[in-house]
């Protein structure tokens, strides 16, 4: 079945069923079959007599039109794309151990096991969002590279406001928020040793087109479609999303100064500041209640305890709003 979506999705005519069949060395019974079975997923085909069949849907992932659409340097220039894969993470995470070069993007039309941090559920369906892994190799120690999560947060927002016009949150570290609900989450795993960075994965998922949520992610989740009731090209937003990561990435590289220079951009974006906040901390005896105040030159989010009026630096564990 996902042959003849290759070949529909690689010609921009109509194909007949009988080339088709011949491609793929099967009968025209056969690709009709299997034309049916797409529209059953979802696949938007057109079918005319005596012309064929033709892939109308017009926000088609494929690596070849991911590729001539890019305008980055390196971002994204080595693109693996699936239909269907476990985790762009989990993939992308083999092709680093395999010498795969800066930049490399692994994108995936939906991911039966997307994850978020601490082994959460990403949910990622088909033609909604934008499922994608980046590899980075950045030539510092591990210790430094931990606030490539922030600056990812940082080029997402970013990116999705030069295509939308719409301002969004980011809720510390790295989730991005549109009205106060997720519309992105960032997962970033590093391969490391004990001085030196051999690969930085930074996962991105965001609900572009999504219509409707599950119960379980209707109060926490929303998308792009749902916010600006506009349905945004993904192609348009990869782009834009990897043009302000290569920027965010490339001044992080170049400069010694770490997060310091983003510190302030990444405060006056970040939803905490000025909110009541639950900290769950990593151990329970470091849990406790207070007020955003502040972002460090290091990423740390600074929150003004509620028991004892002292300001701590928070670098680890869940924080969540409070809407009291
Ligand atoms: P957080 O750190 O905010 O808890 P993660 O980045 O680990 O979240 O992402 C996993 C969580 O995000 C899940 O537990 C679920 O609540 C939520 N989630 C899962 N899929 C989606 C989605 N497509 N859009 C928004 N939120 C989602």
Same mark, same amino acid.
Not at 67 to 83: E, I, W
């Given at each position: 079945m996902y042959r003849v979506l290759e070949i529909l999705r690689n010609t &921009? !005519?109509? =194909?007949?069923g009988e080339n088709i069949g011949k491609m793929l060395g099967v009968t025209r019974a056969s690709v009709w079959k299997h034309i049916r079975q797409l529209r059953n997923e979802g696949y938007q085909i057109t079918s005319v007599t005596n012309k064929g069949y033709l892939l109308t849907e017009n926000d088609i992932l494929s690596e070849n039109i %991911?590729?001539?659409?890019?305008? &980055?340097?390196?971002?994204?220039?080595?693109?693996?794309?699936?239909?269907?894969?476990?985790? &762009?993470?989990?993939q992308l995470k083999l092709l680093g151990s395999k010498n795969a070069p800066h930049g490399t993007l692994v994108i995936a039309e939906s991911m039966t096991h997307g994850r978020g941090r601490l082994g959460r559920v990403w949910q990622s369906p088909k033609f909604t969002g934008l499922w994608f892994s980046l590899l980075l190799r950045p030539n510092i120690p591990p210790q430094n590279a931990s606030v490539i999560t922030l600056l990812a947060g940082i080029a997402v927002s970013r990116g999705i406001e030069k295509v939308t016009h719409v301002k969004t949150d980011i809720k510390w570290p790295n989730d991005i928020l549109l009205n106060g609900k997720k519309i992105c989450g960032i997962l970033t795993e590093?391969?490391?040793?004990?001085?030196?960075?051999?690969?930085?994965?930074?996962?991105?998922? =965001?609900? +572009?087109?999504?219509?409707?949520?599950?119960?379980?992610?209707?109060?926490?989740?929303?998308s792009i479609f749902i916010e600006t009731g506009v349905i945004y090209s993904r192609l348009d937003l990869l782009n834009s999303i990897l043009n302000?990561?290569?920027?965010?990435?490339?001044?992080?590289?170049?400069?010694?100064?770490?997060?310091? #220079?983003?510190?302030? #951009?990444?405060?006056?974006? @970040?939803?905490? %500041? /000025?909110?009541?906040?639950? *900290?769950i901390?990593?151990?329970? !005896?470091?849990?406790? &209640?207070? *007020?955003? *105040?502040?972002?460090?030159?290091?990423?740390?989010?600074?929150?003004?305890?509620? #028991?004892? /009026? @002292?300001? +701590?630096? *928070?670098?680890a564990g869940e924080v969540s709003i409070r809407n009291t």
């Open positions: &921009t !005519d109509y =194909v007949s %991911i590729s001539s659409a890019l305008t &980055t340097k390196d971002m994204g220039r080595n693109t693996h794309f699936f239909l269907e894969t476990d985790s &762009t993470n989990t590093m391969d490391c040793e004990m001085d030196k960075t051999n690969f930085v994965i930074l996962g991105i998922g =965001v609900n +572009v087109n999504t219509k409707i949520f599950p119960d379980d992610l209707s109060d926490i989740a929303t302000e990561l290569e920027i965010v990435y490339s001044k992080f590289i170049a400069k010694s100064s770490g997060f310091s #220079s983003f510190a302030r #951009s990444y405060q006056s974006m @970040c939803i905490n %500041i /000025g909110r009541n906040l639950q *900290v901390g990593t151990m329970s !005896d470091n849990s406790f &209640t207070g *007020v955003g *105040v502040g972002i460090t030159e290091d990423g740390g989010l600074l929150v003004k305890r509620d #028991s004892d /009026g @002292c300001t +701590v630096v *928070v670098t």
